[in-house]
C-alpha cells in the first residue's frame, strides 16, 4: 500500500538551530501538504506544494517538493522554542484522502 | 477556514459497549475524514465520509465496528462498536476547509478503554 516515511522520527535541538524532517513516499504524489500538532493538540495546516520541484518559504519555514514529487523536506531556519511539535507530511494521490507520513517530533532546548 | 466541533474530548468506556464521536463543521463540505491516532504515533484514516452515500473504509477498517453516519454536508458521527482496549487511542475528524486546500481537524476524541 502507499506509505511516507519521515526522517527523522525525533530531532532535538539547541535553540537557534537550524532543523530539518524529510518525507519519502513510496508512490508519486499528486501533491504533499504539512502539518504541525503540538503536543496535547489536533494537526493545523501549514502549506501545500504542487509543482514538481516547487519550494515554498514560510518565514523561518522553508518547503521543498522533489523533482519526482515523491519527496519533500521542511526546513526551519533558527528554531524557536514555540516550534516545539511533531512535524508531518501528508500526501494526496489523486484523491482527496491523505495518507500522513510517519511525523517528526522536534524538540527545542532554551 | 472551517471550525471543527468534535466531541467528546475524553471518554472512559467499558469494554463491550459502543461510543458515538460527533463532529459539527461550521460550513458546508463536501467530504469527511475520520482518523485514529495512538499518542505518539502518525494519524491513520480509518474512513471517508460522503454525504448521501456509505461511507469508504480503508484496509483494516470495516463498517460493523466502525459505522459511520453523514446525514447532512456538515454533521458526521462515528461510532466506536463493541470496545476492547485494543480501541483505545485518540480519534479526529477532518475536513477540506476554504480554499488554501489544507484540512482542519477537529480537536479529537481521547478514548480509553478498560
Known amino acids: 500500500g502507499q506509505q511516507v516515511m519521515q526522517i527523522p522520527q525525533y530531532q532535538h535541538v539547541q535553540e537557534g538551530e537550524d532543523f530539518t524532517t524529510y518525507c519519502n513516499s513510496s508512490t508519486t504524489l499528486s501533491n504533499i501538504q504539512w502539518y504541525k500538532q503540538r503536543p496535547g493538540g489536533h494537526p493545523v495546516f501549514l502549506i501545500q506544494l504542487v509543482k514538481s520541484g516547487e519550494v515554498k518559504k514560510q518565514k523561518r519555514l522553508t518547503f521543498q517538493f522533489g523533482e519526482a514529487k515523491k519527496n519533500s523536506s521542511l526546513h526551519i531556519t533558527a528554531t524557536q522554542t514555540t516550534d516545539v511539535g511533531t512535524y508531518f507530511c501528508?500526501?494526496?494521490?489523486?484523491?482527496?484522502?491523505?495518507?500522513f507520513g510517519t511525523g517528526t517530533r522536534l524538540q527545542v532546548f532554551p | 477556514s472551517a471550525v471543527i466541533s468534535q466531541k467528546p474530548s475524553r471518554d472512559i468506556c467499558q469494554r463491550g459497549t459502543s461510543l458515538t464521536i460527533q463532529c459539527q463543521v461550521d460550513?458546508?463540505?463536501?467530504?469527511m475524514f475520520w482518523y485514529r491516532q495512538q499518542p505518539g504515533q502518525s494519524l491513520t484514516l480509518i474512513a471517508t465520509?460522503?454525504?448521501?452515500?456509505?461511507?469508504?473504509?480503508e484496509s483494516g477498517f470495516v463498517i460493523d465496528k466502525f459505522p459511520i453516519s453523514r446525514p447532512n454536508l456538515t454533521f458526521s458521527t462515528l461510532t466506536v462498536s463493541n470496545m476492547s482496549p485494543e480501541d483505545s487511542s485518540i480519534y479526529l475528524c477532518?475536513?477540506?476547509?476554504?480554499?488554501?486546500?489544507?484540512?482542519?481537524f477537529g480537536s479529537g476524541t481521547r478514548l480509553t478503554v478498560v
Open positions: 477532518s475536513a477540506l476547509s476554504g480554499d488554501n486546500y489544507g484540512y482542519t
Open positions: 465520509a460522503n454525504q448521501g452515500s456509505e461511507a469508504t473504509y
Open positions: 460550513s458546508q463540505v463536501t467530504m
Open positions: 501528508a500526501g494526496r494521490h489523486n484523491t482527496d484522502k491523505l495518507i
